[in-house]
């Protein structure tokens, strides 16, 4: 695919600024929960690294209610770098909804998308794009070296791309790493909410999109801390249960309740005729086998609850996008332009 090579002037000799380019070719996303420390350096490597191509671009970092200062300093900085667009969410609302927002912000042909604490290397992006190029609609970066604490990342991470493996249709080391490459009409289809971000691309491929991975580097975090914990990697795990479960199944519910209605029912009459065959067929009693009953009660009730729950999910969700509420507000949006900032409802 060429046309993101085409006829543009290198940086150096184009004014570039999110005002004076109509689209830039490409709009480089970072979802910022305080990353104070992060932010010059993170903000001069995605220059440098996107120097190196020909390619006009935008760079919006979507603040997502941070309390150390990042805030201030991306008013600051994107008062007067003409490149840079900050677009300041009034609370924190999460990772996913951070970037939700830089997307309906972009204007690129392509979006790309990374964290902002530098553990994902911006020196990548022009690797992603080229790989694009050869007829991809999503690139999604492969941590093949991952720099996270092993136990309560790289396990959880594990076990979430086995089951998303098996899960969908999309094979992929990685699902989880945020630098990836979007063509813009596949990033607008996908409808983002929870902690969706991670699942991008089997959205994606849900929608039809072609999609690939390749190495990325990545780095130890330097600077703060990590925003995940167990109570995040739980909410993840559910996503994930409920996207799966949607795409499978939602068409054809009763394929799902009734097979497990069917099973339950199963076990509880086999029970029974066991429970039947031991009073008169052996003469036994039965009273004294609560095992067997709490058994058979702990089966059904799990197997009810689970139901029941991925059912209220799926309503829930409904009833969110029947309500067509935006998953998150914009305080401000802040460029050189407007640096005194344009407010928005
Ligand atoms: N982030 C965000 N909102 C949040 C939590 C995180 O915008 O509520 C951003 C964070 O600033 C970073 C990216 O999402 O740029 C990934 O977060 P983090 O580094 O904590 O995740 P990890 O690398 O541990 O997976
Ligand atoms: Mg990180």
Redesign the pocket.
């Known amino acids: 695919m060429d046309s993101l090579h085409t006829s543009v002037e290198p940086f150096s000799s184009h004014p570039l600024s999110p005002e004076t380019i109509e689209t830039p070719q490409i709009s480089i996303v970072?979802?910022?929960?305080?990353?104070v420390e992060s932010l010059p350096r993170l903000i001069e490597a995605i220059q440098n690294s996107l120097e190196q191509t020909s390619l006009t671009y935008e760079l919006i970092c979507?603040d997502?209610g941070s309390r150390d200062g990042s805030t201030d300093l991306l008013r600051k900085l994107a008062a007067t770098n003409p490149i840079l667009k900050a677009v300041i969410l009034r609370r924190?609302?999460?990772?996913t909804p951070?970037m939700s927002a830089g997307f309906n912000h972009s204007r690129g042909e392509v979006i790309v998308t990374l964290?902002?604490?530098l553990?994902n290397d911006p020196a990548d992006i022009p690797m992603l794009l080229d790989k694009l190029n050869e007829g991809y609609d999503v690139v999604s970066g492969w941590r093949k070296n991952r720099q996270?604490k092993a136990l309560t990342?790289l396990l959880p991470s594990k076990i979430a791309n086995w089951i998303i493996g098996r899960m969908t249709d999309v094979k992929l080391h990685d699902y989880?790493c945020?630098l990836k490459a979007y063509r813009a009409e596949v990033a607008a289809d996908l409808k983002l909410y929870g902690e969706l971000h991670r699942f991008l691309p089997a959205l994606a491929v849900i929608e039809g999109a072609r999609i690939t991975e390749i190495p990325v580097r990545h780095h130890a975090?330097q600077f703060g801390h990590?925003?995940?914990g167990l109570d995040r990697t739980f909410r993840v795990v559910m996503d994930l249960l409920t996207i799966s479960f949607i795409k499978k199944f939602l068409t054809r519910p009763m394929h799902v309740f009734g097979l497990l209605g069917m099973l339950s029912l199963l076990v509880g009459v086999l029970s029974g005729m066991y429970l039947t065959f031991l009073k008169y067929g052996l003469g036994q009693s039965i009273g004294d086998r609560p095992l067997l009953i709490l058994a058979v009660l702990l089966t059904l009730t799990g197997i009810q609850l689970f139901s029941f729950g991925l059912l209220a999910e799926v309503l829930m969700r409904t009833y969110h996008e029947s309500q067509n509420r935006p998953i998150y507000r914009v305080r401000e949006v802040v460029t050189t332009k407007n640096s005194k900032s344009q407010h928005l409802t």
Not at 30 to 35: A, F, H, L
């Open positions: 970072v979802p910022i929960y305080n990353e979507v997502d924190n609302y999460g990772q951070a964290d902002g604490d553990q996270d990342r989880g945020s975090r990590s925003k995940y």
